[in-house]
């Protein structure tokens, strides 16, 4: 029997908070605060976007697809100045360790196992067309218990984000359109996207014209039943890619890993720096089933 596109979205509500202390922790605000970042934003696009290397705004923008260059712009090169891409990326995962730890994340026998388990399933993912995560996947493993499974769980999201991008590609929808449909369908608060990716009401509602002249908005700016279509199956064909990445893992080794990470992702969401509501449209109902249910 064939592995369900549901245990691929299980995998990132687990996964992504264990990744997101990157953004959220003070620990990781205060580390980038001290290399004289003003503001989260530019810390952000810098450590996000270290793995590439220093590279335009143009290619930092299509990787992240939808922030505009001129928002990139507005942080980059102009952070290199600061700190280069080597001191981001070490800054990054020790002060994510540091906020692990504090979460009450201990080097223990589960954590370990949770990092090798989902570093094998992160070295041997899908690369082809996943620039983030390729970028990622070259970097040095760390030795760290804690590092490790940070690092694993960052490849692995970065890998399902490149994915998702494909799929938004190939159903032509934009970087700035699909903020819109997000909204729309619930996943996130419009207020909280228009802030954090740069729109003010006239450029919003630029795009909230094209979607309805696609048919999926309707007059009050909900979606149409197209329109929960089209969402849906982005949703369900971003799973399906994602799937891959626990191709490596055995049943076996997949039922230990959902064992062993999910107390830990409860351990980081109790910890309160993750909020609840976040572009990434996490679900925490789950959370409390460390089962995989492959079966």
């Keep these: 029997m064939g592995r369900?596109?549901?245990?691929?979205?299980?995998?990132?509500?687990?996964?992504?908070?264990?990744?997101?202390?990157?953004?959220?922790?003070?620990?990781?605000r205060a580390a980038l605060d001290s290399l004289g970042y003003p503001g989260f934003w530019m810390g952000y696009f810098a450590s996000r976007s270290a793995p590439l290397g220093i590279v335009a705004p143009e290619v930092v923008a299509a990787a992240f697809y939808n922030f505009t260059t001129e928002r990139v712009a507005k942080a980059l090169p102009a952070a290199w100045e600061m700190a280069d891409p080597a001191t981001l990326l070490a800054v990054r995962s020790e002060s994510a360790v540091d906020a692990l730890r504090r979460c009450g994340v201990t080097d223990s026998e589960s954590t370990r196992l949770a990092g090798e388990l989902a570093a094998k399933a992160a070295r041997s993912a899908p690369l082809d067309g996943r620039p983030l995560y390729a970028a990622n996947r070259a970097l040095p493993w760390p030795e760290e218990p804690l590092a490790t499974?940070?690092?694993?769980?960052?490849?692995?999201?970065?890998?399902?984000?490149?994915?998702?991008i494909a799929v938004l590609v190939s159903e032509g929808i934009s970087g700035r359109e699909c903020n819109v449909l997000h909204a729309a369908a619930g996943r996130v608060p419009r207020e909280m996207i228009m802030r954090s990716r740069d729109y003010d009401d006239e450029q919003w509602g630029g795009y909230v014209e094209q979607l309805r002249a696609r048919g999926w908005l309707d007059g009050h700016d909900a979606l149409t039943a197209v329109g929960r279509d089209v969402k849906q199956r982005i949703e369900d064909r971003t799973d399906e890619l994602a799937l891959g990445a626990l191709a490596a893992l055995t049943d076996d080794e997949i039922t230990t890993l959902f064992r062993v990470l999910t107390p830990i992702t409860r351990q980081v969401v109790a910890a309160g720096d993750v909020p609840a509501a976040t572009p990434m449209g996490l679900n925490r109902d789950d959370l409390d089933d460390d089962n995989a249910h492959l079966h």
Excluded: I, K, M, N
């Design 4 to 28: 369900s596109a549901a245990l691929a979205r299980r995998f990132f509500d687990r996964l992504e908070p264990v990744h997101a202390v990157t953004y959220f922790a003070p620990e990781a």
């Design 149 to 164: 499974l940070w690092h694993a769980v960052t490849l692995l999201r970065e890998q399902r984000g490149d994915g998702h």
